[in-house]
Nanobody, 128 residues
Framework: DVRLVESGGGSVPTGGSVTLSCVVS???????????LAWFRQPPGKMRRAVAA???????RVTVSLKGRTSISRDNSDHTLYLAIQNLIPEDTAMYYC???????????????????WGQGTQVTVSS
């Protein structure tokens, strides 16, 4: 079975930084790198929205509102996805989810329907 497990969330002061991890299991190593990986987040009472996505070729997309203080990376050997956000603000408070794409491609987008399996999320709370 495919499983995604996020970690690294917690309470962070405004201006701080956070690095989230997502370990993916259930994929064989020879094909894992062919799939897009992405982060999404859902603030309290709001809809889930894209944060960033990354393919195996190093290409990545970061949502406009987070560019400049957000980076996404992946380690295919460990089947792990990372998300680092700096200069956190209270508006970054959300449940952060990782997801893996439904097809093998390097053209990774930020559309939720492109992602088949999802983790349970890790909560990030930014205090003012």
């Amino acid at each position: 079975d495919v499983r995604l497990v996020e970690s690294g969330g917690g309470s962070v002061p405004t201006g701080g930084s956070v690095t989230l991890s997502c370990v993916v299991s259930g994929y064989i190593s020879s094909t894992f790198s062919d799939y897009c990986l992405a982060w999404f987040r859902q603030p309290p009472g709001k809809m889930r929205r894209a944060v960033a996505a990354m393919g195996d070729n190093g290409s990545s997309r970061v949502t406009v509102s987070l560019k400049g203080r957000t980076s996404i990376s992946r380690d295919n050997s460990d089947h792990t996805l990372y998300l680092a956000i700096q200069n956190l603000i209270p508006e970054d408070t959300a449940m952060y989810y990782c997801a893996i794409g439904s097809r093998r491609t390097d053209d990774c987008d930020l559309v939720q329907s492109s992602y088949r399996y999802w983790g349970q999320g890790t909560q990030v709370t930014v205090s003012s």
